[in-house]
């Protein structure tokens, strides 16, 4: 399978999993759209520039490259499903070193995230 191929499947699959993460709550939204973009900028140039100029799923795209920037409502966002899925796993009586890992890993996520500057003044 050539090359340019796989790069398609993968933008492809990403660009599913990027829009399945628009609709539940679980699935990461931006990581998704950043590897599409990323894979059709190697395969599909038609797709590549629909991608970054789509009205909903370009913005965050474009933000990230242009600045590093995650729009606030976005952080608002991540971070209110991390306490949910912590708190969720207490309600839930999960093992607690399995909910003390999963503290950890989100609140290294949670670092990361709030440390990205929100973007263009008028990003929201």
């Given at each position: 399978?050539?090359?340019r ?67 606030r ?30 503290a ?7 670092t ?13």
């Amino acid at each position: 399978m050539p090359v340019r191929a796989l790069w398609m499947t993968l933008g492809l699959l990403s660009t599913a999993c990027g829009i399945a993460g628009v609709v539940l709550p679980l699935v990461p939204t931006t990581p998704f759209l950043l590897l599409a973009a990323f894979a059709f900028a190697r395969s599909s140039p038609r797709l590549h520039a629909w991608l970054v100029t789509h009205p909903r799923l370009g913005p965050p795209i474009n933000d990230w490259r242009a600045h590093g920037a995650i729009r606030r409502r976005a952080k608002i966002a991540s971070i209110a499903v991390m306490v949910a899925m912590v708190a969720i796993s207490v309600v839930a009586s999960v093992n607690s070193s399995v909910i003390m890992i999963q503290a950890v890993v989100l609140c290294a996520v949670a670092t990361f995230i709030l440390t990205r500057p929100d973007g263009p003044e008028n990003s929201e």
